[in-house]
């Protein structure tokens, strides 16, 4: 009980001297995201990557049926010993916010510090400011023009779906994001195979999530029964927090850009469909449907399916209830981190691609 109890005292003090530390030094939040979490990375994701299936999804299951047998096992023994129940109790508590204490520890190194860091804009030289309309339509037109050169290079099924190359689905996930490495120093690191989750239409579907980060294990997990269209641009997503930069347009952003510069057409083409999306979501103009309908037909086709299949798990009173509560959930858990416009975050990407689109346009 007294080494629990230490041990309970000592996690909970570094818990809170390293979350004040960060919160209060962005360059302590830099220096850590620089120099310590790569070793963090480049020993947890090679550790896990041992495995081909998720690891946190069957640590989640095992740890499931683990509290349920610690509750069936609690109940008894406290049926048993009518003298010394609250003892018990007690010792529960303590063992129970020491594995709490253990696993806040782990996401405080392995993801929450890096919130904190400088914003990749300041490592990738972009000046995200106030833009025109006309920067706006200059960046969709140019990204419609991409998409009129991929559709014809790309496989669809008989309803026009996008169908991903799985066969070179992970090596294309790991060589973009290296690439994009090389011309990044901040990107520079270790990038295993983005792995699917096993429940993925159980679990993260009814959700509306199309990806994970798992700090615990270092993992970057996606969807495995959403339309294809999304898992390039999602896995690259997820593999950009292994980088440091946790904030989601950064990470919208990044994944974007990995897509972009790839190799690989299927990428390419999923992160010019996000993208887009994005930007139209950002345009009010009272001509929004004649824009929209220059958009190839087989993306407008494609935006179709894939609202098709994100209504269909809305369709009932449960479906929608479980959708709120993971919005809220992960609206509450983002503004915790500092992103004050929680889920809307994730849209601002827009200004990033916009001021990308602006330098580029002033080089040339």
């Known amino acids: 009980m007294k080494k629990a109890l230490v041990f ?4 909970l003090l570094i818990n809170i001297i390293f979350r004040l530390i960060s919160r209060l030094s962005v360059n302590f939040s830099e220096w850590y995201a620089v120099n310590v979490y790569p070793l963090i990375v480049g020993v947890g994701a090679r550790v896990s990557g041992i495995f081909p299936f998720a690891a946190v999804e069957i640590l989640l299951y095992l740890l499931i049926l683990a509290a349920v047998a610690g509750i069936v096992f609690l109940i008894i023994k406290l049926i048993k010993s009518r003298g010394g129940r609250l003892k018990i109790l007690l010792r529960s508590f303590v063992a129970l916010s020491c594995a709490a204490s253990t696993l806040l ?13 400088k914003p990749f804009s300041q490592h990738s030289g972009l000046e995200p400011e106030m833009y025109s309309r006309e920067d706006l339509l200059g960046v969709i037109d140019e990204i419609i023009g991409e998409l009129e050169l991929l559709v014809p290079q790309i496989n669809t099924c008989e309803d026009g779906a996008f169908v991903l190359d799985k066969s070179r ?3 294309a996930a790991r060589s973009s994001m290296r690439q994009l490495g090389e011309r990044y120093s901040a990107l520079d690191t270790y990038y295993p195979n983005p792995k699917p989750v096993l429940l993925s239409r159980l679990i993260l579907s009814p959700a509306l999530i199309s990806g994970i980060f798992s700090p615990f294990t270092t993992e970057a997990l996606y969807n495995a ?3 294809d269209s999304y898992k390039p641009f999602t896995a690259t997503h997820e593999l950009s927090h292994l980088s440091g930069f946790m904030r989601e347009d950064e990470a919208n952003f990044i994944a974007f850009l990995a897509c972009r510069e790839s190799g690989d057409v299927d990428f390419r083409y999923s992160g010019y469909v996000r993208a887009l999306l994005y ?3 950002a345009y009010d103009g009272e001509d929004y449907h004649e824009l929209y309908m220059t958009i190839p037909e087989q993306v407008r086709r494609q935006y179709s399916i894939e609202n098709e299949y994100w209504r269909s798990f809305l369709s009932t009173p449960s479906g929608a209830a479980i ?5 809220a959930v992960n609206d509450t858990y983002l503004k915790t981190q500092g992103q004050e416009d929680g889920v809307k975050s994730y849209g601002r990407v827009t200004d990033l691609l916009i001021a990308d689109y602006i330098m580029r346009n002033k080089k040339a």
Do not use: K
């Open 105 to 117: 520890l782990m996401f405080l190194f392995g993801c929450e510090i890096n919130y904190q860091r």
């Open 8 to 11: 309970l005292g000592i996690t």
């Open 225 to 227: 029964d959403m339309p």
């Open 279 to 281: 930007l139209l979501g």
């Open 323 to 327: 959708a709120a509560v993971s919005n």
């Open 169 to 171: 689905f992970n090596a």
